[in-house]
């Protein structure tokens, strides 16, 4: 397929999942119950921490999570006594257990106090969203456990990053209130990256715009510079496609 049919059919299959409706079974929907910023961001990156596996099975431990939170995330990050870290201990979801939750809590409390995440993870000058993230981590790992460290990608070290990259798209891009929240204006859509996992990867073989077999963040880099081609302002509007293609419609081999 030429590039210019590519972009075509990637617009057709963008239209077609990036609505409304996508909201419901994505991990998406836990922010959309917020209308505070601090709220939507915190429950945003908690949602896209646990966002691997099963959607039905993510959706539900992200309500139990929630909940534990009194379903007021900034207010507990910030104001939650060492008992109440401590009750967060029984949250498990796989391989997330014990002081993971607790951990991560104490992380974004120490975030929010000096600025935010916003703040934190906005390139700086010279910098791209890669170095964002890996300040993130950064700021993250004082207050984790060493077996919650796998839990927040160390894109620094190559890895694809897909959930913090999810968490970024949540955050920067908007689409009118569809599916992702416009909400942080210093990261431009331009300078997103995919949100690469087993279904956009094989997607993107199978389409031919990714060649590298691993998914890593050379593979990230690899895939959203032939998505640049086709949109070089919102060239991550094209996970709804991809995604959609391989959960929804199965693609991994194209004749």
Known sequence: MKLE???DFLDEKTAQYQTHGFIADDPVSIPHRF???EDIEIAGVLASTIAW??????????D???DMLDNSPYEYVTQATDADLKML???VYRT????DLPGMVRGLRSIYADGGLECLMTPREGESVREGIARFRSAMLPHLSQRTYKHVADVAGGAAGKRLN???????RSNDG???FGLWKGIRPSQLMLPLDVHTGNTSRALGILQRKQNDWKAVEEVTATLRMMCPDDPVKYDFALFGLGIYEHWKNVE
């Open 5 to 7: 049919e590519l972009k």
């Open 35 to 37: 209308s505070r910023k």
């Open 53 to 62: 596996g099963n959607r039905k099975a993510i959706l539900k431990s992200c």
């Open 64 to 66: 139990i999570m929630m």
């Open 89 to 91: 201990e029984s949250f």
């Open 96 to 99: 997330f257990q014990a002081d």
């Open 166 to 172: 999810m968490f970024l798209r949540w955050m920067v």
């Open 178 to 180: 569809q599916v992702d």
